[in-house]
């Protein structure tokens, strides 16, 4: 039986203390911070050589659907009742809405240095020390809005947008595509600034403090984001009935990409699964 995904600010009382105390009983394990490293691991750029499997890349949807379905398969051996939850962020855009609730997520960071001193992965809480980041911070930071030069989460509008792309992905497959649904989705935008972040990235931006590069995952926010994410791929499949997972083939030796996507058909690592195992898995979960 398939179970469900909701929508974080459906949930009823149970169910978020259920899945806030999934998460910090994962934490306390010491099996979440292996998840950070991990992405830390394959925060490969297109700047730089060798395979991209995470980011900037066809596989970008594929990967973290599987990074997500790691992850909850974790907590639902703590509790078998929770599902990962998604955030809404073309909905639920105040930062005093889910998921930042004091029985959720907690709020913002404050003033002076960004620390979450509110909800259960506040420091001083004691049950979320960082420990695996791009700093020696062990507090969990936001900055919601990015209040010294504000930034506005992606629209309904802006989402729409990559949706109504037919085409999941075009060469040169990285960063730097103007077309294609995945990166209209990841968000590598053109020219500089804040207008280059688009839906996915923008997100990220708007969170600010932990959320911003490869160690992302502290925030919890970063699951609920990308659950969200994955959402609008199911949702992509169904807008363009038949639309495939590209590259179908991997790109051949004269390709500058040769050996650095990842091909329908081929093993996306660090798991032994393709992308195309992963193109439909409503026999595993659905969401509401
Ligand atoms: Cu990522
Ligand atoms: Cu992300």
């Known amino acids: 039986m398939a179970y ?18 999934a998460m910090l009983e994962l934490k306390r394990r010491g099996e979440y911070d292996e998840f950070v490293r991990m992405h830390l691991e394959y925060y490969t750029s ?20 599987q ?40 709020g913002n960071g404050r003033r002076s240095d960004h620390r979450v001193t509110t909800g259960p992965f506040a420091y001083a809480a ?46 040169p497959w990285d960063s730097t595509v103007t077309k294609g649904f995945r990166n209209k989705l990841e968000g590598w935008g053109t020219g500089g ?5 688009l839906n996915h990235n923008r997100v990220h931006r708007w969170v600010g403090g ?39 083939r991997a790109p051949g030796p004269s390709d500058e990409q040769h050996d650095r996507v990842v091909a329908r058909d081929q093993k996306l690592p660090p798991w032994d699964v393709t992308p195309a195992a992963l193109e439909d898995v409503s026999r595993v979960y659905r969401y509401a």
Request: aromatic share 12%.
């Open 4 to 21: 469900t995904r909701k929508d974080v600010s459906t949930l009823t009382r149970t169910e978020r203390r259920r899945f806030v105390d």
């Open 46 to 65: 297109d700047g730089e050589d060798g395979l991209r499997t995470a980011h900037m890349t066809p596989s970008f949807l594929p990967w973290h659907r």
């Open 67 to 106: 990074f997500l379905l790691d992850l909850e398969r974790a907590l639902r051996r703590i509790d078998a009742s929770v599902t990962m939850p998604y955030w809404d962020w073309t909905r639920d855009r105040s930062t005093a809405s889910a998921p930042w609730t004091d029985d959720l997520l907690g």
């Open 126 to 171: 004691g049950h979320w020390t960082i420990k695996e980041g791009v700093t020696d911070g062990k507090a969990l930071t936001r900055d919601l809005g990015r209040a010294g030069a504000p930034i506005a989460l992606p629209t309904k509008a802006e989402l729409d947008r990559a949706l109504a792309d037919s085409v999941y992905d075009v060469w």
């Open 193 to 197: 600034g804040s207008a280059s972040w």
């Open 210 to 248: 932990a959320m911003l590069g490869g160690a992302s995952v502290n925030d919890p926010v970063f699951w609920l984001h990308h659950a969200f994410v994955d959402l609008q791929w199911y949702r992509w499949q169904r807008r363009h009935p038949g639309a495939r997972y590209l590259p179908a």
